[in-house]
């Protein structure tokens, strides 16, 4: 699963990134990079923690999302409203989208429209979205028509039908209403699937402040959340964050109470887009290895054993599984089969978030 960073040129994208995934990539305050950076994001779950507590893992492997900073915004790298190549493949094959909006004053840092103003640069950006939506619209409109030329009538119905949603999709695009927000039917979402428009992706908006703006914070997520209520909102300072990535834990936390930031904005945002790529996760602790999951909600218990391993799904009887929060309760596995909380669970069953679970299979 994966997330584009996406915003205006020197809207702090990359600072973000390496905030994110403890990076190191450059930042720039005047020619933008063109490479995109890739890196993971270590899922921060309070959870680990207490089942380190019980089960005393020689390992603790947290799960991870993984993050792609892409240079620059479509108008920047094309010259035009849509986007083109590599960078565009980088986005629609992007689960979620962050945009990463800037807020911060700072002279030395021309920001490309001339002056800070959030509610423009989001609009901005929301019609390049749409823009590369319709071109690609557009073209699959042109090759439907010249497709139904060519077959014959009693073939046509499936070509109709991708027609007629295409237009309706184009016509509400027109009228600035992202994917995303068209109520459509599972049989229309279905149909589009293979498209991955952009403005169907589910967004995560950040603003990225100053240092001095961090007590405005939570003032300014709840100002553009009423512009934006669809999207989450997070308000962070991504030079801070950054540089607070690259301390040990321990330092970083000093740093956080002096500074009155209680919860790491970074660990809101990791959680964020965890919930935006609608992924839960399960625990396993077999060979003294704690190790989180990450996986769709709704996922059946044999599937699950396949993210550990495909023997596991192909083999699979059936799992041992406890919630953390009853495991919690209990203070130990002994405690909670005395309780009748540990549950055999079979090939129909759905896994929870926070089950640990013990798969049993034969290959
Ligand atoms: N003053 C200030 N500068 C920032 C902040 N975040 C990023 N920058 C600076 O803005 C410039 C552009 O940042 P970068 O992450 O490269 O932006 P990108 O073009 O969106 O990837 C760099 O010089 C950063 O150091 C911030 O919160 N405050
Ligand atoms: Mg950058």
Redesign the pocket.
Known sequence: MRVAII????????????ALTRGKA????YS??LTPNIGVAKIPDSRLLILENIFHPKKTIPAEVSYV?I??SAKASSGKGEMKGELLGYLTTADALLQ?V?V???E??PHPKGSINPERDIATLDLELAFSDLAIIERKLDKLKDALKEVKAPERGPHLKEQTLLQKIKAALDNDIPVRQQSLTGDELKLLSNYQFLTAKPMLIIL????SQIPEASQLETEIKSLYPQFAVIAL????E?ELGQLSDIEAKEFRDVMGLATPALDKVINFSYKLLGLISFFTTASAELKAWPIPSGTTTPKAAGKVHSDMERGFIRAEVINCSDLERCGNLAEARKKGLLRTEGKNCIVHDGDVITFLFNV
């Open positions: 915003g205006l040129p020197k809207s702090g994208k990359t600072t973000i990134f390496n450059a930042t720039a305050a933008p990079s900073d240079a620059g990463v800037r911060f004053e700072d030395k840092i990225n402040i100053g240092e300072c991504g030079k801070l950054m």
